[in-house]
């Protein structure tokens, strides 16, 4: 909790200052006393919605919009009231929610392809431009809630809420997923979601990380890199990377980034590159970066090179830094984790689009050679 509490912090502070340094903390003092008198009772975290403190700590630079419309009791029934994140008098023509699935996949694996370590680091965040006091009910594939018999017609069931960025190629085959531990935004019933597995919550106005999860079993890697390096005696050394991709051919991976490192004394590298992207020595890296715009999923690309090497007086062995690849996926989860369902209720029965949107990043993906 303190961890937690400290990064909020930091926010509220980025949401004030633009910036939390050393020199906004210098120039804004007295706020920060006043915002701590705020957000702590006796040690204890108490409100730090942003959107809730800035109608009423204000500064001549940070004013809310909504500080002169709202009366003095409105303020106090949202700083005190059961849904301090949120106000009741919200109001759009056009009612929608947006969901972002957001994977960081960390590997590494050993010069002889065994896998030291695969996991993926999840975040689900929300933007709601929903109007009034609405109750969303969010459904995943968690393992803890499905089983093999019921998890392709859940699947079908998210297929119907409208996909950004693509189709649903790529998502797993409907299988459920076992998330090690996740972290819920204060928004979210706790116990409803501890008796039957859906997160309820009445969500904030905006953009807010709803979860935070972590998943450790049955991690679907987008790619694969099969490295040979070869030192020819202190002259030279032979590079041949393949890349491989793993995901549906109807995907494909974005801004991807092949950092191939290289001994400190090289001297010159001749690359050739046989299929996408292009590739180029920075002797300031001791690297060859190998850059791919667009990379369709189920296809392979391969780099050879020969680095030439300076002599040196006293040799001093290569450490073998490892490749290390960056890249985007739309429409593509790690995890295999899905979207069953997203449902939004409110008094005026209104019609809602929600939207869902998957994407797969680099964490640290790591190959040795």
């Given amino acids: ?75 106090t029934m949202q700083a005190t009231g ?21 994977e960081s996949v960390n590997l590494i694996l050993s ?21 009034g006091m609405p109750e969303c009910k969010f459904g995943l594939n968690d393992k803890l809630v499905l089983d093999q018999s019921t998890a392709t017609t859940d699947r079908s069931a998210a297929v119907r809420l409208g996909a950004r960025g693509g189709s649903m190629a790529g998502l797993g085959d409907g299988e459920s997923v076992e998330i090690a531990d996740c972290q819920f935004h ?31 079993e049955n991690v679907n890697l987008p790619f694969k890199i099969l490295p040979v390096v070869r030192e020819l005696g202190r002259s030279s050394v032979e590079y041949e990377i393949l890349v491989k991709s793993n995901f549906s051919s109807k995907l494909a991976a974005t801004n991807m980034v092949v950092n191939i490192p290289t001994p400190p004394n090289a001297t010159k590298c001749r690359i050739k590159v046989t299929g996408a992207g292009k590739a180029k020595y920075h002797p300031e890296e001791n690297a060859m970066v190998w850059k791919i715009s667009r990379f369709q999923g189920l296809q392979e690309t391969s780099l050879t090179a020969v680095v030439d090497l300076t002599p040196m007086s006293k040799p001093i062995p290569w450490s073998r830094p490892p490749i290390a690849l960056d890249f985007q996926v739309l429409m593509f989860t790690a995890s295999g984790l899905l979207v069953r369902f997203l449902k939004v209720f ?3 029965n209104y019609q809602s689009v929600k939207w869902v949107r998957y994407m797969t990043k680099a964490g640290s993906y790591e190959i040795r050679i």
């Fill in 1 to 75: 909790m303190v961890f937690e509490f400290l990064y909020r912090l930091l926010g509220l502070g980025v949401s004030y200052f633009g910036r939390f340094d050393e020199e906004a903390v210098k120039n804004n003092f007295v706020l920060i006393y006043e915002l701590l008198d705020e957000v702590l009772d006796f040690g204890y975290p108490q409100n730090i919605e942003v959107d809730t403190l800035k109608l009423y700590v204000t500064t001549e630079s940070v004013r809310s919009n909504h500080v002169v419309q709202e009366p003095p009791q409105s303020i």
């Fill in 82 to 102: 059961a849904t301090t994140w949120r106000r009741n008098d919200i109001v759009y023509k056009k009612n929608e929610a947006f969901v972002d699935v957001i």
């Fill in 111 to 131: 010069a002889k392809g065994t896998v030291l370590r695969a996991d993926v680091q999840g975040q689900i965040v929300m933007r709601s431009f929903l109007s």
């Fill in 186 to 216: 204060q928004c979210v019933r706790l116990g409803k979601f501890d008796t039957d597995r859906i997160i309820s919550f009445i969500p904030p106005d905006g953009e807010f990380e709803l979860m935070r999860y972590r998943t450790t």
């Fill in 346 to 348: 409110e008094k005026s």
